[in-house]
Structures are given as structure tokens and as C-alpha cells.
């Protein structure tokens, strides 16, 4: 599996189990989806962004496999 799937699949899996990383610490500025969103789609929006790294990370290693 090349590494660009393997680096998406861990930041995905970042994204479903702690949605809160980037609001606390890691970078100060707010984005503008914490801005915009409530707390509650702010967790559903890091949770769908997690499925999707996975998923392309996924499709990535499967087009680059063969």
C-alpha cells in the first residue's frame, strides 16, 4: 500500500475518533466550518470528511495496486 494511503487512512481514522483535534490546540485560528457550523455538525462534518479519506485512500491503493 503506498504511503500517501496509508498517511489518509490514519487521518481519517484521526477524523472519526477525536472530530475535536483541530478545535483544540493543534491549530489557534478557527476554521471556517467551526465558524459557520454548530458544535453537533461540526462533529458530523469531521466524521464525514474521516469516511471519505478512508474511502479515497482506499480507492487510491486499489488504481495505483493494479
Known amino acids: ?3 500517501a494511503s496509508i ?3 490514519l487521518f481519517g481514522l484521526i ?3 477525536r472530530p475535536n483535534i483541530y478545535k ?3 491549530w489557534k ?3 471556517v466550518a ?3 457550523l ?3 455538525q461540526y462533529m458530523i462534518y469531521m466524521r464525514v470528511m474521516g469516511i471519505i479519506s478512508i474511502v479515497l485512500a482506499l480507492v487510491i491503493a486499489s488504481l495505483l495496486r493494479g
Open 1 to 3: 500500500m503506498p504511503l
Open 7 to 9: 498517511i489518509l487512512i
Open 15 to 17: 477524523y472519526l475518533v
Open 24 to 26: 483544540r490546540g493543534i
Open 29 to 31: 485560528k478557527t476554521s
Open 34 to 36: 467551526q465558524r459557520i
Open 38 to 40: 454548530s458544535p453537533k
